[in-house]
T-cell receptor, first 110, second 110 residues
Framework: SQELEQSPQSLIVQEGKNLTINCTSS?????LYWYKQKYGEGLIFLMM?????EEKSHEKITAKLDEKKQQSSLHITASQPSHAGIYLC??????????FGAGTTVTVRA | NAGVTQTPKFRVLKTGQSMTLLCAQD?????MYWYRQDPGMGLRLIHY???????AKGEVPDGYNVSRLKKQNFLLGLESAAPSQTSVYFC?????????FGPGTRLTVL
């Protein structure tokens, strides 16, 4: 199975500061998904990356997939309290299933 | 559209009791999934289904059974609950690669 390692496990950032979360795979990523989860709620889809070197942005969140397709990063610019939550990366292993990382808990301090 | 719904939202069981978690989706998705989420371990796939009448084992299937008698419903059963099954359970459905998640069921087994 495809193993995903996320780092850091958790982080605390001052409101207005930037932050980056990394997701590293043991195998080539055919599709990499980023989800956000608020405490006690389900997962909300953020972005999907498929091509090496691909970069997507939505509002203040940017996700990148490296050329080798084994590492992805999620960058949040000028963080706000609404960005707090757990961010999970999921990998498509060309089966019917996704494998997920353990998640990164983001706390935004006012 | 309601999307993916799960019932119940919370449940407390005693060791040895049985229960069924219901997942329903109104998006006509073929694929449905059951995950459990535990601290520090991310989402782990229990069972999944690629269509009505089909089921398959995921990463952690032991102690659980599933059924997909109707396309819109995916049931997760615990025949004899154990404390190790205390977790948050998420259901998801998909048509293509993106998975849509339910709000979760928080289960405690005493």
């Amino acid at each position: 199975s495809q193993e995903l390692e996320q780092s850091p496990q958790s982080l605390i950032v001052q409101e207005g500061k930037n932050l980056t979360i990394n997701c590293t795979s043991s195998k080539t990523l055919y599709g990499l998904y980023w989800y956000k989860q608020k405490y006690g709620e389900g997962l909300i889809f953020l972005m999907m990356l498929q091509k090496g070197g691909e970069e997507k942005s939505h509002e203040k969140i940017t996700a990148k997939l490296d050329e080798k397709k084994q590492q992805s990063s999620l960058h949040i610019t000028a963080s706000q309290p609404s960005h707090a939550g757990i961010y999970l990366c999921g990998a498509d292993s060309l089966t019917d299933k996704l494998s997920f990382g353990a998640g990164t808990t983001v706390t935004v301090r006012a | 559209n309601a999307g993916v719904t799960q019932t119940p939202k919370f449940r407390v069981l005693k060791t040895g009791q049985s229960m069924t978690l219901l997942c329903a989706q109104d998006m006509n998705h073929e694929y449905m999934y059951w995950y459990r989420q535990d601290p520090g371990m991310g989402l782990r796939l229990i069972h999944y289904s690629v269509g009505e009448g089909t089921t398959a084992k995921g990463e952690v299937p032991d102690g659980y059974n599933v059924s997909r008698l109707k396309k819109q419903n995916f049931l997760l059963g615990l025949e004899s609950a154990a404390p190790s099954q205390t977790s948050v359970y998420f259901c998801a459905s998909s048509f293509g690669n993106e998975q849509f998640f339910g709000p979760g069921t928080r289960l405690t087994v005493l």
